[in-house]
Protein backbone atom coordinates (compact mmCIF):
# COMPACT_ATOMS: atom_id res chain seq x y z
CA UNK A 1 0.00 0.00 0.00
CA UNK A 2 2.92 2.24 -0.09
CA UNK A 3 2.32 5.15 -2.44
CA UNK A 4 -1.20 4.95 -3.07
CA UNK A 5 -2.05 8.07 -4.97
CA UNK A 6 -3.58 10.23 -3.32
CA UNK A 7 -8.01 9.28 -2.53
CA UNK A 8 -8.01 6.70 -5.16
CA UNK A 9 -11.04 5.00 -4.47
CA UNK A 10 -12.52 1.69 -5.67
CA UNK A 11 -16.16 1.30 -5.30
CA UNK A 12 -17.19 -2.32 -5.44
CA UNK A 13 -20.64 -3.94 -5.50
CA UNK A 14 -20.97 -7.63 -3.52
CA UNK A 15 -18.90 -10.40 -4.76
CA UNK A 16 -20.20 -13.57 -7.30
CA UNK A 17 -21.55 -16.40 -7.21
CA UNK A 18 -25.16 -15.58 -6.37
CA UNK A 19 -27.75 -18.40 -5.27
CA UNK A 20 -29.10 -20.45 -2.32
CA UNK A 21 -26.44 -22.91 -2.88
CA UNK A 22 -24.24 -19.93 -1.94
CA UNK A 23 -25.78 -18.86 1.27
CA UNK A 24 -28.55 -16.47 -0.90
CA UNK A 25 -32.17 -16.03 0.65
CA UNK A 26 -34.09 -17.63 -2.44
CA UNK A 27 -35.02 -13.79 -2.97
CA UNK A 28 -31.68 -12.62 -3.39
CA UNK A 29 -30.62 -12.43 -7.34
CA UNK A 30 -28.20 -10.76 -9.35
CA UNK A 31 -31.05 -9.99 -11.63
CA UNK A 32 -34.33 -8.45 -11.00
CA UNK A 33 -36.20 -10.29 -13.24
CA UNK A 34 -35.81 -13.36 -10.99
CA UNK A 35 -38.47 -11.65 -8.25
CA UNK A 36 -41.32 -10.96 -11.03
CA UNK A 37 -40.33 -14.32 -13.45
CA UNK A 38 -38.91 -16.89 -11.99
CA UNK A 39 -41.59 -19.34 -12.60
CA UNK A 40 -41.70 -18.37 -16.63
CA UNK A 41 -39.05 -20.74 -16.89
CA UNK A 42 -37.25 -20.34 -20.41
CA UNK A 43 -39.92 -17.13 -20.72
CA UNK A 44 -37.81 -15.44 -18.05
CA UNK A 45 -36.14 -12.19 -19.87
CA UNK A 46 -32.53 -11.92 -18.81
CA UNK A 47 -29.67 -8.83 -18.64
CA UNK A 48 -27.72 -7.74 -16.62
CA UNK A 49 -28.45 -4.91 -14.21
CA UNK A 50 -25.35 -3.07 -12.29
CA UNK A 51 -25.37 -1.80 -9.20
CA UNK A 52 -25.34 1.82 -10.64
CA UNK A 53 -25.42 3.96 -7.48
CA UNK A 54 -21.60 2.82 -7.62
CA UNK A 55 -21.51 4.35 -10.87
CA UNK A 56 -23.78 7.26 -10.25
CA UNK A 57 -21.27 8.40 -7.35
CA UNK A 58 -17.79 7.64 -9.18
CA UNK A 59 -19.03 9.92 -12.20
CA UNK A 60 -19.96 12.67 -9.23
CA UNK A 61 -15.78 12.23 -8.28
CA UNK A 62 -12.72 14.15 -8.85
CA UNK A 63 -10.65 11.46 -7.63
CA UNK A 64 -9.34 8.76 -10.11
CA UNK A 65 -12.15 5.53 -9.35
CA UNK A 66 -12.36 2.25 -10.34
CA UNK A 67 -15.35 0.32 -10.19
CA UNK A 68 -16.38 -3.41 -9.96
CA UNK A 69 -19.57 -4.50 -10.72
CA UNK A 70 -20.33 -8.85 -9.20
CA UNK A 71 -16.21 -9.86 -9.40
CA UNK A 72 -15.42 -12.76 -7.95
CA UNK A 73 -13.54 -13.09 -4.65
CA UNK A 74 -10.40 -13.23 -6.62
CA UNK A 75 -11.13 -10.32 -8.90
CA UNK A 76 -11.91 -8.48 -5.93
CA UNK A 77 -8.55 -9.31 -4.00
CA UNK A 78 -6.58 -8.84 -7.43
CA UNK A 79 -8.02 -5.61 -7.54
CA UNK A 80 -7.78 -4.31 -3.65
CA UNK A 81 -3.91 -5.19 -4.13
CA UNK A 82 -3.60 -2.63 -6.85
CA UNK A 83 -3.46 -0.30 -3.81
CA UNK A 84 -6.37 2.64 -2.96
CA UNK A 85 -7.00 4.87 -0.08
CA UNK A 86 -10.33 3.78 -0.04
CA UNK A 87 -12.24 0.46 -0.41
CA UNK A 88 -16.48 1.04 -0.09
CA UNK A 89 -18.59 -1.79 -0.87
CA UNK A 90 -22.60 -1.44 -1.69
CA UNK A 91 -24.59 -3.95 -0.22
CA UNK A 92 -27.82 -4.50 1.09
CA UNK A 93 -29.25 -6.53 4.17
CA UNK A 94 -29.72 -9.78 2.21
CA UNK A 95 -26.45 -9.46 1.40
CA UNK A 96 -24.15 -8.64 4.47
CA UNK A 97 -23.13 -12.52 4.36
CA UNK A 98 -21.21 -11.54 1.12
CA UNK A 99 -19.56 -8.04 2.53
CA UNK A 100 -17.87 -9.53 5.63
CA UNK A 101 -15.75 -11.69 3.55
CA UNK A 102 -14.78 -8.79 1.12
CA UNK A 103 -13.91 -6.96 4.16
CA UNK A 104 -11.96 -9.30 5.67
CA UNK A 105 -9.81 -9.52 2.20
CA UNK A 106 -9.41 -5.44 2.36
CA UNK A 107 -8.12 -6.09 5.80
CA UNK A 108 -5.72 -8.75 4.96
CA UNK A 109 -4.44 -7.78 1.71
CA UNK A 110 -4.57 -3.62 2.03
CA UNK A 111 -4.42 -2.86 5.79
CA UNK A 112 -3.82 0.59 5.26
CA UNK A 113 -7.14 1.41 3.38
CA UNK A 114 -10.20 2.68 4.59
CA UNK A 115 -13.18 0.59 3.94
CA UNK A 116 -16.26 2.54 3.29
CA UNK A 117 -20.07 0.50 3.70
CA UNK A 118 -22.90 1.60 2.03
CA UNK A 119 -26.53 0.79 0.43
CA UNK A 120 -29.32 0.25 2.07
CA UNK A 121 -27.74 -2.41 4.16
CA UNK A 122 -26.25 0.61 6.22
CA UNK A 123 -30.00 0.54 7.81
CA UNK A 124 -28.28 -2.65 9.79
CA UNK A 125 -26.63 -0.08 11.81
CA UNK A 126 -24.62 -1.35 15.14
CA UNK A 127 -24.37 -4.93 13.43
CA UNK A 128 -22.53 -3.62 10.95
CA UNK A 129 -20.22 -1.45 12.45
CA UNK A 130 -17.49 -3.31 12.90
CA UNK A 131 -16.46 -3.69 9.30
CA UNK A 132 -16.36 0.33 8.25
CA UNK A 133 -14.41 2.78 8.72
CA UNK A 134 -16.55 5.13 7.19
CA UNK A 135 -20.32 4.47 7.21
CA UNK A 136 -22.44 6.33 4.15
CA UNK A 137 -26.33 6.04 5.25
CA UNK A 138 -27.58 8.89 3.28
CA UNK A 139 -26.63 10.24 0.00
CA UNK A 140 -23.70 8.76 -1.60
CA UNK A 141 -22.26 11.19 -3.73
CA UNK A 142 -22.56 14.17 -1.24
CA UNK A 143 -20.93 11.70 1.32
CA UNK A 144 -18.00 10.66 -0.93
CA UNK A 145 -16.98 14.06 -1.83
CA UNK A 146 -17.05 15.31 1.85
CA UNK A 147 -14.93 12.62 2.84
CA UNK A 148 -12.69 13.34 -0.50
CA UNK A 149 -12.29 16.61 0.17
CA UNK A 150 -14.28 17.60 -2.84
CA UNK A 151 -16.69 20.56 -3.33
CA UNK A 152 -20.17 19.09 -2.18
CA UNK A 153 -22.30 21.25 -4.01
CA UNK A 154 -20.39 20.64 -7.79
CA UNK A 155 -22.56 19.93 -10.60
CA UNK A 156 -24.54 16.60 -10.32
CA UNK A 157 -23.57 14.53 -13.52
CA UNK A 158 -25.05 11.78 -15.23
CA UNK A 159 -23.51 8.10 -15.45
CA UNK A 160 -23.36 6.35 -19.00
CA UNK A 161 -25.10 3.30 -18.13
CA UNK A 162 -26.84 1.13 -20.60
CA UNK A 163 -28.64 -2.62 -20.32
CA UNK A 164 -29.33 -5.16 -22.58
CA UNK A 165 -32.00 -7.45 -21.85
CA UNK A 166 -32.10 -10.90 -23.26
CA UNK A 167 -34.96 -13.37 -24.29
CA UNK A 168 -33.68 -16.67 -25.15
CA UNK A 169 -30.11 -15.49 -25.27
CA UNK A 170 -31.44 -13.33 -27.89
CA UNK A 171 -31.05 -9.19 -27.19
CA UNK A 172 -34.88 -7.83 -27.08
CA UNK A 173 -35.30 -4.53 -29.19
CA UNK A 174 -32.73 -1.86 -28.23
CA UNK A 175 -29.92 -1.25 -25.53
CA UNK A 176 -31.61 0.81 -22.49
CA UNK A 177 -30.25 3.91 -20.91
CA UNK A 178 -30.71 4.80 -17.69
CA UNK A 179 -31.87 8.57 -16.48
CA UNK A 180 -31.53 9.24 -13.00
CA UNK A 181 -34.21 11.62 -11.89
CA UNK A 182 -34.07 11.44 -7.98
CA UNK A 183 -33.86 9.14 -4.92
CA UNK A 184 -35.98 8.65 -2.12
CA UNK A 185 -39.98 8.48 -1.63
CA UNK A 186 -42.24 10.70 0.11
CA UNK A 187 -44.90 8.16 -0.02
CA UNK A 188 -43.69 6.52 3.29
CA UNK A 189 -45.10 3.33 3.37
CA UNK A 190 -44.76 1.46 6.07
CA UNK A 191 -42.49 -0.98 5.28
CA UNK A 192 -40.63 0.93 2.64
CA UNK A 193 -36.60 0.66 2.98
CA UNK A 194 -36.25 3.46 0.13
CA UNK A 195 -38.58 5.71 1.78
CA UNK A 196 -37.26 5.96 5.29
CA UNK A 197 -33.85 5.38 4.03
CA UNK A 198 -34.54 9.06 3.31
CA UNK A 199 -36.23 10.19 6.37
CA UNK A 200 -39.74 10.49 3.38
CA UNK A 201 -37.47 12.99 1.34
CA UNK A 202 -37.57 13.28 -2.09
CA UNK A 203 -33.85 14.19 -3.39
CA UNK A 204 -34.30 15.76 -6.89
CA UNK A 205 -31.48 14.81 -9.69
CA UNK A 206 -33.20 16.29 -12.46
CA UNK A 207 -35.52 19.20 -10.74
CA UNK A 208 -37.37 19.65 -13.69
CA UNK A 209 -38.83 18.83 -17.19
CA UNK A 210 -36.29 20.44 -19.52
CA UNK A 211 -33.68 18.67 -17.09
CA UNK A 212 -34.98 15.44 -17.87
CA UNK A 213 -34.94 15.90 -21.64
CA UNK A 214 -31.98 16.64 -21.63
CA UNK A 215 -30.35 13.74 -19.86
CA UNK A 216 -32.37 12.13 -22.27
CA UNK A 217 -30.75 13.86 -25.27
CA UNK A 218 -27.29 13.60 -23.58
CA UNK A 219 -27.49 9.87 -23.37
CA UNK A 220 -28.86 10.28 -27.37
CA UNK A 221 -25.37 11.71 -28.01
CA UNK A 222 -23.23 9.03 -26.51
CA UNK A 223 -25.52 6.58 -28.15
CA UNK A 224 -26.59 7.74 -31.11
CA UNK A 225 -30.17 6.76 -32.36
CA UNK A 226 -30.52 5.32 -28.87
CA UNK A 227 -34.39 5.72 -27.95
CA UNK A 228 -35.37 3.48 -25.01
CA UNK A 229 -34.59 4.44 -21.37
CA UNK A 230 -35.24 3.71 -17.81
CA UNK A 231 -36.66 6.72 -15.21
CA UNK A 232 -35.24 5.94 -12.16
CA UNK A 233 -37.53 7.77 -9.38
CA UNK A 234 -39.36 5.90 -6.61
CA UNK A 235 -42.56 7.26 -8.35
CA UNK A 236 -42.01 9.18 -11.22
CA UNK A 237 -44.45 11.68 -11.83
CA UNK A 238 -45.79 12.24 -8.27
CA UNK A 239 -44.77 15.93 -8.86
CA UNK A 240 -47.40 17.30 -11.31
CA UNK A 241 -45.54 20.51 -11.97
CA UNK A 242 -42.09 18.31 -13.24
CA UNK A 243 -44.48 15.59 -14.88
CA UNK A 244 -46.07 18.20 -16.77
CA UNK A 245 -42.92 20.16 -17.99
CA UNK A 246 -41.26 16.84 -19.02
CA UNK A 247 -44.58 16.17 -20.85
CA UNK A 248 -44.36 19.51 -22.35
CA UNK A 249 -40.23 19.22 -22.69
CA UNK A 250 -41.04 16.39 -25.22
CA UNK A 251 -43.19 18.32 -27.29
CA UNK A 252 -41.32 20.93 -28.24
CA UNK A 253 -38.47 18.52 -28.95
CA UNK A 254 -37.73 16.29 -32.01
CA UNK A 255 -37.17 13.33 -30.23
CA UNK A 256 -38.64 9.80 -32.20
CA UNK A 257 -41.55 8.09 -30.14
CA UNK A 258 -39.57 6.87 -27.12
CA UNK A 259 -39.52 3.84 -25.09
CA UNK A 260 -39.51 4.79 -21.60
CA UNK A 261 -40.08 2.49 -18.39
CA UNK A 262 -41.01 4.16 -14.68
CA UNK A 263 -41.75 3.31 -11.75
CA UNK A 264 -45.32 4.92 -10.72
CA UNK A 265 -48.47 5.09 -8.24
CA UNK A 266 -52.03 5.02 -8.88
CA UNK A 267 -52.14 8.70 -6.88
CA UNK A 268 -49.54 9.67 -9.50
CA UNK A 269 -50.72 8.26 -12.91
CA UNK A 270 -54.14 9.76 -11.94
CA UNK A 271 -52.89 12.91 -12.67
CA UNK A 272 -52.77 12.36 -16.64
CA UNK A 273 -54.53 11.15 -19.18
CA UNK A 274 -53.41 7.69 -21.13
CA UNK A 275 -52.53 9.71 -24.47
CA UNK A 276 -50.19 12.12 -22.32
CA UNK A 277 -48.32 9.06 -21.14
CA UNK A 278 -48.18 7.67 -24.64
CA UNK A 279 -46.94 11.26 -25.88
CA UNK A 280 -44.28 11.28 -23.34
CA UNK A 281 -43.28 8.05 -24.08
CA UNK A 282 -44.30 5.77 -21.70
CA UNK A 283 -44.95 2.37 -22.16
CA UNK A 284 -44.04 0.10 -19.35
CA UNK A 285 -44.88 1.35 -15.76
CA UNK A 286 -44.52 -0.91 -12.14
CA UNK A 287 -47.06 -0.06 -10.24
CA UNK A 288 -47.86 -0.97 -6.37
CA UNK A 289 -51.34 -3.31 -6.06
CA UNK A 290 -50.33 -4.13 -2.67
CA UNK A 291 -53.79 -4.95 -0.89
CA UNK A 292 -56.82 -4.31 -1.00
CA UNK A 293 -57.35 -2.77 2.16
CA UNK A 294 -53.55 -1.80 2.72
CA UNK A 295 -54.64 1.82 2.64
CA UNK A 296 -51.83 3.58 0.98
CA UNK A 297 -51.60 7.59 -0.03
CA UNK A 298 -50.21 6.03 -2.88
CA UNK A 299 -53.13 4.25 -3.64
CA UNK A 300 -55.37 7.21 -3.72
CA UNK A 301 -56.99 8.01 -7.26
CA UNK A 302 -58.64 6.02 -10.11
CA UNK A 303 -59.44 2.77 -9.31
CA UNK A 304 -57.18 -0.06 -10.52
CA UNK A 305 -59.90 -1.75 -13.25
CA UNK A 306 -60.44 1.51 -14.76
CA UNK A 307 -56.98 2.84 -14.60
CA UNK A 308 -54.87 -0.85 -15.66
CA UNK A 309 -57.84 -1.06 -18.92
CA UNK A 310 -57.24 2.72 -20.02
CA UNK A 311 -53.41 2.35 -20.09
CA UNK A 312 -53.18 -1.21 -21.56
CA UNK A 313 -56.04 0.19 -24.28
CA UNK A 314 -53.07 2.56 -25.34
CA UNK A 315 -50.42 -0.31 -25.46
CA UNK A 316 -48.90 0.64 -22.13
CA UNK A 317 -47.76 -2.68 -20.26
CA UNK A 318 -48.12 -2.84 -16.48
CA UNK A 319 -46.14 -4.74 -13.53
CA UNK A 320 -48.42 -5.20 -10.71
CA UNK A 321 -47.02 -5.67 -7.10
CA UNK A 322 -48.65 -7.43 -4.81
CA UNK A 323 -48.50 -8.01 -0.75
CA UNK A 324 -48.83 -10.89 0.76
CA UNK A 325 -48.88 -10.95 4.92
CA UNK A 326 -50.55 -7.88 5.85
CA UNK A 327 -52.20 -8.72 9.34
CA UNK A 328 -55.81 -8.83 7.63
CA UNK A 329 -55.30 -11.45 5.20
CA UNK A 330 -55.95 -15.00 5.45
CA UNK A 331 -55.43 -17.48 3.23
CA UNK A 332 -58.85 -16.97 1.02
CA UNK A 333 -58.65 -13.07 1.72
CA UNK A 334 -55.04 -13.20 -0.16
CA UNK A 335 -56.22 -15.58 -3.06
CA UNK A 336 -59.20 -13.32 -3.67
CA UNK A 337 -56.75 -10.38 -3.88
CA UNK A 338 -55.20 -12.42 -6.31
CA UNK A 339 -58.10 -13.07 -8.37
CA UNK A 340 -58.73 -9.14 -8.69
CA UNK A 341 -55.45 -8.84 -9.72
CA UNK A 342 -55.27 -11.42 -12.03
CA UNK A 343 -58.81 -10.08 -13.88
CA UNK A 344 -56.03 -6.62 -14.53
CA UNK A 345 -54.24 -8.69 -17.14
CA UNK A 346 -50.77 -7.70 -15.85
CA UNK A 347 -48.12 -7.86 -18.05
CA UNK A 348 -45.87 -8.81 -15.33
CA UNK A 349 -46.23 -9.32 -11.28
CA UNK A 350 -44.61 -9.51 -8.44
CA UNK A 351 -45.13 -11.05 -4.89
CA UNK A 352 -43.69 -10.04 -2.34
CA UNK A 353 -44.09 -11.04 1.81
CA UNK A 354 -44.93 -7.96 4.06
CA UNK A 355 -41.47 -7.60 5.86
CA UNK A 356 -40.07 -5.07 8.15
CA UNK A 357 -36.61 -3.48 7.30
CA UNK A 358 -34.64 -2.19 9.34
CA UNK A 359 -35.35 1.80 9.75
CA UNK A 360 -39.31 1.17 8.56
CA UNK A 361 -42.07 2.42 10.64
CA UNK A 362 -43.32 -1.48 9.99
CA UNK A 363 -40.17 -2.66 11.68
CA UNK A 364 -40.78 -0.32 15.36
CA UNK A 365 -44.38 -1.73 15.20
CA UNK A 366 -43.54 -5.59 14.88
CA UNK A 367 -40.96 -5.44 17.23
CA UNK A 368 -42.96 -2.80 19.76
CA UNK A 369 -45.67 -5.94 19.49
CA UNK A 370 -43.18 -8.96 20.03
CA UNK A 371 -43.42 -10.12 16.90
CA UNK A 372 -40.35 -10.41 15.63
CA UNK A 373 -39.62 -14.30 14.87
CA UNK A 374 -36.16 -13.74 16.30
CA UNK A 375 -34.42 -16.48 14.87
CA UNK A 376 -35.18 -15.69 11.42
CA UNK A 377 -34.59 -12.05 11.38
CA UNK A 378 -31.45 -12.82 12.66
CA UNK A 379 -30.46 -14.42 9.19
CA UNK A 380 -30.00 -11.27 7.30
CA UNK A 381 -29.81 -13.71 4.02
CA UNK A 382 -33.44 -14.37 4.51
CA UNK A 383 -34.43 -10.46 4.20
CA UNK A 384 -35.26 -11.21 0.51
CA UNK A 385 -39.05 -10.99 0.49
CA UNK A 386 -39.67 -14.80 0.25
CA UNK A 387 -39.47 -15.37 3.93
CA UNK A 388 -41.80 -14.74 6.63
CA UNK A 389 -39.84 -12.64 9.53
CA UNK A 390 -43.07 -12.07 11.81
CA UNK A 391 -45.24 -14.20 13.69
CA UNK A 392 -48.76 -13.51 11.63
CA UNK A 393 -52.27 -13.22 12.75
CA UNK A 394 -53.47 -16.53 10.59
CA UNK A 395 -50.65 -17.83 8.45
CA UNK A 396 -47.09 -19.83 8.81
CA UNK A 397 -44.11 -18.80 8.03
CA UNK A 398 -43.76 -22.33 6.01
CA UNK A 399 -47.75 -21.68 4.61
CA UNK A 400 -46.82 -18.43 3.88
CA UNK A 401 -44.05 -19.22 1.34
CA UNK A 402 -45.98 -21.48 -0.13
CA UNK A 403 -48.94 -19.94 -1.09
CA UNK A 404 -46.44 -17.14 -2.21
CA UNK A 405 -44.67 -19.60 -4.56
CA UNK A 406 -48.14 -20.88 -5.67
CA UNK A 407 -49.36 -17.00 -7.07
CA UNK A 408 -46.09 -17.05 -9.07
CA UNK A 409 -46.73 -20.63 -10.87
CA UNK A 410 -50.24 -19.95 -11.04
CA UNK A 411 -50.13 -16.23 -12.35
CA UNK A 412 -47.31 -17.66 -14.96
CA UNK A 413 -50.33 -20.77 -15.62
CA UNK A 414 -53.26 -18.31 -16.34
CA UNK A 415 -51.95 -15.38 -18.60
CA UNK A 416 -48.58 -16.92 -20.10
CA UNK A 417 -45.28 -15.29 -20.43
CA UNK A 418 -44.77 -11.68 -20.14
CA UNK A 419 -42.83 -11.61 -23.51
CA UNK A 420 -46.06 -12.30 -24.89
CA UNK A 421 -48.21 -10.05 -22.87
CA UNK A 422 -46.11 -7.11 -23.65
CA UNK A 423 -46.35 -7.71 -26.97
CA UNK A 424 -50.14 -7.94 -27.15
CA UNK A 425 -50.05 -4.58 -25.34
CA UNK A 426 -47.85 -3.34 -27.91
CA UNK A 427 -50.35 -4.83 -30.73
CA UNK A 428 -53.33 -3.15 -28.79
CA UNK A 429 -51.78 0.29 -28.76
CA UNK A 430 -50.56 -0.05 -32.57
CA UNK A 431 -54.36 -0.86 -33.85
CA UNK A 432 -56.14 1.69 -31.14
CA UNK A 433 -53.58 4.48 -32.32
CA UNK A 434 -52.66 4.76 -35.57
CA UNK A 435 -55.28 6.94 -36.40
CA UNK A 436 -54.63 8.94 -33.75
CA UNK A 437 -55.34 12.73 -34.08
CA UNK A 438 -51.84 13.47 -32.46
CA UNK A 439 -48.62 12.96 -34.68
CA UNK A 440 -46.49 12.16 -32.20
CA UNK A 441 -48.93 9.86 -30.57
CA UNK A 442 -49.71 8.12 -34.29
CA UNK A 443 -45.92 7.73 -34.48
CA UNK A 444 -45.99 6.07 -30.93
CA UNK A 445 -48.10 3.45 -32.99
CA UNK A 446 -46.13 2.89 -35.58
CA UNK A 447 -42.87 1.94 -33.20
CA UNK A 448 -45.51 -0.32 -30.88
CA UNK A 449 -46.53 -2.09 -34.30
CA UNK A 450 -42.95 -2.91 -34.82
CA UNK A 451 -42.08 -3.99 -31.29
CA UNK A 452 -44.89 -6.28 -31.07
CA UNK A 453 -44.14 -7.88 -34.44
CA UNK A 454 -40.44 -8.85 -33.18
CA UNK A 455 -42.39 -11.76 -30.96
CA UNK A 456 -43.70 -13.54 -33.97
CA UNK A 457 -40.86 -15.38 -34.45
CA UNK A 458 -40.90 -17.21 -31.51
CA UNK A 459 -44.48 -17.43 -30.96
CA UNK A 460 -45.25 -20.95 -32.55
CA UNK A 461 -42.81 -22.69 -30.84
CA UNK A 462 -43.48 -21.28 -27.70
CA UNK A 463 -46.93 -22.91 -27.67
CA UNK A 464 -45.53 -26.66 -26.25
CA UNK A 465 -44.33 -24.48 -23.27
CA UNK A 466 -47.66 -23.10 -22.18
CA UNK A 467 -50.89 -24.53 -20.57
CA UNK A 468 -53.89 -25.38 -22.86
CA UNK A 469 -55.85 -21.97 -22.35
CA UNK A 470 -52.64 -20.21 -23.07
CA UNK A 471 -51.82 -22.38 -26.37
CA UNK A 472 -55.51 -20.92 -27.48
CA UNK A 473 -54.36 -17.34 -26.43
CA UNK A 474 -50.80 -17.58 -28.17
CA UNK A 475 -53.05 -18.70 -31.65
CA UNK A 476 -55.36 -16.11 -31.60
CA UNK A 477 -52.15 -13.59 -30.93
CA UNK A 478 -50.32 -14.87 -34.08
CA UNK A 479 -53.47 -14.28 -35.75
CA UNK A 480 -54.22 -10.90 -34.78
CA UNK A 481 -50.35 -9.98 -35.55
CA UNK A 482 -50.56 -10.93 -39.16
CA UNK A 483 -53.65 -9.72 -39.97
CA UNK A 484 -52.98 -6.06 -38.74
CA UNK A 485 -48.74 -6.28 -39.54
CA UNK A 486 -48.31 -8.27 -42.37
CA UNK A 487 -47.32 -12.08 -43.19
CA UNK A 488 -44.04 -13.51 -41.87
CA UNK A 489 -40.87 -12.54 -44.28
CA UNK A 490 -38.49 -14.33 -45.66
CA UNK A 491 -36.03 -13.58 -43.39
CA UNK A 492 -38.78 -14.33 -40.21
CA UNK A 493 -39.96 -17.71 -41.88
CA UNK A 494 -36.31 -19.12 -41.43
CA UNK A 495 -35.90 -17.41 -37.93
CA UNK A 496 -39.41 -19.40 -37.01
CA UNK A 497 -38.13 -22.38 -38.11
CA UNK A 498 -35.03 -21.73 -35.73
CA UNK A 499 -37.16 -20.91 -32.78
CA UNK A 500 -37.99 -24.34 -31.36
CA UNK A 501 -33.79 -25.40 -31.29
CA UNK A 502 -33.46 -21.97 -29.53
CA UNK A 503 -36.10 -22.47 -27.03
CA UNK A 504 -34.68 -25.98 -26.19
CA UNK A 505 -31.24 -24.77 -25.90
CA UNK A 506 -32.94 -22.14 -23.46
CA UNK A 507 -34.37 -25.27 -21.47
CA UNK A 508 -31.24 -27.05 -21.36
CA UNK A 509 -29.13 -24.08 -19.80
CA UNK A 510 -31.77 -23.71 -17.27
CA UNK A 511 -31.29 -27.49 -16.40
CA UNK A 512 -27.63 -27.63 -16.25
CA UNK A 513 -27.42 -24.45 -14.25
CA UNK A 514 -25.55 -22.97 -17.65
CA UNK A 515 -24.36 -19.36 -17.82
CA UNK A 516 -26.60 -18.46 -15.01
CA UNK A 517 -24.32 -15.85 -12.89
CA UNK A 518 -23.55 -12.42 -13.34
CA UNK A 519 -21.08 -10.71 -15.92
CA UNK A 520 -17.94 -8.92 -14.27
CA UNK A 521 -17.97 -5.31 -15.15
CA UNK A 522 -14.82 -3.29 -14.34
CA UNK A 523 -14.93 0.24 -15.31
CA UNK A 524 -12.50 3.51 -14.62
CA UNK A 525 -13.06 6.94 -13.78
CA UNK A 526 -10.16 9.38 -14.32
CA UNK A 527 -8.12 7.06 -14.05
CA UNK A 528 -5.45 7.74 -17.57
CA UNK A 529 -6.54 4.68 -19.05
CA UNK A 530 -8.07 4.93 -22.70
CA UNK A 531 -11.89 4.94 -21.87
CA UNK A 532 -13.90 4.55 -18.81
CA UNK A 533 -16.24 2.49 -20.58
CA UNK A 534 -17.60 -0.85 -19.20
CA UNK A 535 -14.67 -3.73 -19.37
CA UNK A 536 -16.19 -7.21 -18.90
CA UNK A 537 -15.57 -10.61 -18.52
CA UNK A 538 -17.20 -13.49 -20.79
CA UNK A 539 -18.87 -15.56 -18.20
CA UNK A 540 -21.68 -14.30 -16.30
CA UNK A 541 -25.33 -11.68 -15.36
CA UNK A 542 -27.78 -8.71 -12.63
CA UNK A 543 -27.78 -7.49 -8.31
CA UNK A 544 -29.30 -4.68 -6.74
CA UNK A 545 -32.94 -5.04 -7.14
CA UNK A 546 -33.78 -7.17 -4.13
CA UNK A 547 -34.25 -4.76 -1.29
CA UNK A 548 -35.00 -2.23 -3.20
CA UNK A 549 -37.95 -3.64 -4.86
CA UNK A 550 -38.87 -5.43 -1.61
CA UNK A 551 -39.01 -2.13 0.00
CA UNK A 552 -41.62 -0.79 -2.51
Not at 92 to 118: C, D, F, N, Q, W
Not at 222 to 235: A, L, R, V, Y
Amino acid sequence: MNNVPENRVLLSSVCQPFGTKHGDGFGASYEGSHQLMWAQGIFRTRGTTTQWGIDFIAANLQAPTTVLHYPTMRQFIAEVKKGYKYVGIAFVSSTLHKMRPMVEAIRRYAPETKIVLGGYGTALGEQIAPYGDHICKEEGVAFMRRLLGEPVDAPIVQPDITQVQKLLSVPLLKPTGYIFAGLGCPNGCDFCATSHYFDRKHIRFLPDGPSILAAIENMRTKHPGMDTFWINDEDFLLNKRRGRGFLQAIRASDLPPLSISIFSSVKALSQYSASELVEMGVDWIWVGFEGKRAGYAKMDGRSYQDLFADLRAHGISLLASMIIGFDYQTREIIMEEFEELIALRPSMSQFIIYGPPRGTPLYERITGEDRLLEQTYADNSLHDGFTLVFKHPHIGQAEMSEIQRHLYREEFRRLGPSAFRVAEDFLTGHVALRNHQNARVRAKAVRYGQDARASLKIIQASKRYVSPERRRWLDELQDRMIAETGRPTTKERVLIKLAPALLAWEQAKLRLGFNQQPEFTRRTYRTGAQRSSAQVSANSRQTFSTQRRQSR
